[in-house]
């Protein structure tokens, strides 16, 4: 496949290298000083975009690429409000775009568990429940879109809580769910759900080693998505 690139910065010069290493070409690696590069380039001969850009620069890329009928695969967090306005112009468009708060398989199958431990907790009196994340110091946004995806998976479940807030912003209640966002060098991304009572504790931590997962999770839906329509998710995609 011919993959266009758009965000090359930790994240997308992962891919590129695995996206090659898997013999699929780069059309281009497109970054903020190099937009220009985007005008020489036959939409025609690219297959899909791969964007892990930044909060400010997703929903332009996504946009360029639905307008010109490539499919698009983001991981960009941080601008998810605006998702909306990105599912219209797909479904306008006939496009496909996919959006994960987080490629690796090893967090879509925490996603599941945190679930299911809020469904169970939900029946079990007398514990507080917290979200931890802990990333790197380069990391623009804040909670994590993963914490804002597990966030979302305890609030479906876990019916004593109505919303969340992020420790030291929000606004702190027994009916919002706290998260705690802690920036340490060189963390790619730890994730940690707690429910706590005075006799004992529950916890669930998702530690990521390096970026290696995320970047072959979004290669994996790359190779996976040429044909498809629609707004996509991992629901899709791992069907479980
Ligand atoms: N969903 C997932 O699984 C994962 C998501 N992420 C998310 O992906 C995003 C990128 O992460 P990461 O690679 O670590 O961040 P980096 O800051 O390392 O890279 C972002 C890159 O995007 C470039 N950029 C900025 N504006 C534009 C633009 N208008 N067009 C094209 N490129 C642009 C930046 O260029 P310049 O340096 O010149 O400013 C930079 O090279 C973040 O939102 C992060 O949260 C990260 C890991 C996993
Ligand atoms: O910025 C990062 O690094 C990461 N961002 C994603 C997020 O916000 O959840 C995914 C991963 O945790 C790494």
């Given at each position: 496949m011919n993959i266009l690139i758009l965000g090359y910065g930790k994240m997308g010069k992962i891919i590129s290298e695995l996206a090659e290493s898997r013999?699929?070409?780069?059309?281009?690696?497109?970054?903020?000083?190099?937009r220009e590069?985007?005008?020489?380039?036959?939409?025609?001969?690219?297959d899909v975009a791969i964007e892990f850009s930044q909060p400010e620069a997703a929903i332009e890329n996504i946009k360029w690429a639905l307008e010109r009928g490539i499919p698009i695969v983001s991981g960009t967090t941080g601008w998810i409000s605006k998702k909306p306005e990105i599912n219209r112009l797909t479904l306008?468009?006939?496009?496909?775009?996919?959006?994960?708060?987080?490629?690796?398989?090893?967090?879509?199958i925490f996603f599941k568990v945190n679930e299911l431990l809020a469904k169970l907790m939900n029946e079990t009196k007398g514990?507080?429940?917290?979200?931890?994340?802990?990333?790197?110091?380069?990391?623009?946004?804040?909670p994590s879109g993963t914490a804002i995806t597990l966030a979302q998976g305890i609030l479906?479940?876990?019916?004593?809580?109505?919303?969340?807030?992020?420790?030291?912003e929000g606004e702190e209640n027994s009916q919002s769910l706290a998260i705690t966002a802690k920036r340490i060098?060189?963390?790619?991304?730890t994730h940690i759900v707690k429910y706590s009572s005075p006799i004992d504790d529950i916890e669930i931590t998702h530690t990521a080693h390096?970026?290696?997962?995320?970047?072959?999770?979004?290669?994996l839906v790359a190779e996976w998505i040429p044909g498809k329509k629609g707004v996509l998710s991992m629901d899709d995609f791992l069907l479980f």
């Open positions: 013999g699929h070409t780069i059309a281009a690696k497109i970054n903020i000083d190099n590069k985007l005008l020489t380039l036959d939409p025609s001969k690219i306008e468009k006939n496009g496909a775009f996919f959006y994960a708060s987080n490629f690796s398989i090893g967090v879509n514990y507080q429940v917290s979200l931890e994340e802990i990333h790197h110091t380069e990391k623009k946004d804040a479906k479940n876990y019916k004593s809580l109505k919303e969340w807030h992020l420790v030291g060098d060189p963390a790619p991304g390096s970026r290696q997962g995320f970047a072959l999770g979004a290669v």
